[in-house]
């Protein structure tokens, strides 16, 4: 494999990292964003609210995707060894 190829290979990593990073958050963060005035007294009631969950299923979604686009970069890459 020649370099070039190489440094495309990892181009291609850091840039899907990037697009994934926002949309990777924590339940905290997600609570925070999505609590309006009137929310549950605790952290439980508020993960149960419709906003939150959404947000934290595109957080799991993206995890997953970005294990993928590094699998797949990584086999891309042994191929052409």
């Not at 494999?1 to 905290?28: P, T, W």
Request: aromatic share 8%.
């Amino acid at each position: 494999m020649n370099l070039v190829s190489l440094l495309g290979l990892a181009c291609d990593l850091a840039g899907s990292a990037f697009i994934v990073r926002g949309l990777i958050i924590s339940k905290r963060y997600a609570i925070d964003i999505e609590t309006v005035r009137f929310t549950g007294a605790t952290d439980e009631i508020n993960l149960r609210r419709l906003q939150v969950k959404d947000r934290l299923k595109q957080s799991l979604n993206a995890k997953i995707g970005l294990v993928f686009l590094i699998l797949g970069f990584l086999l891309q890459a042994y191929a052409n060894l």
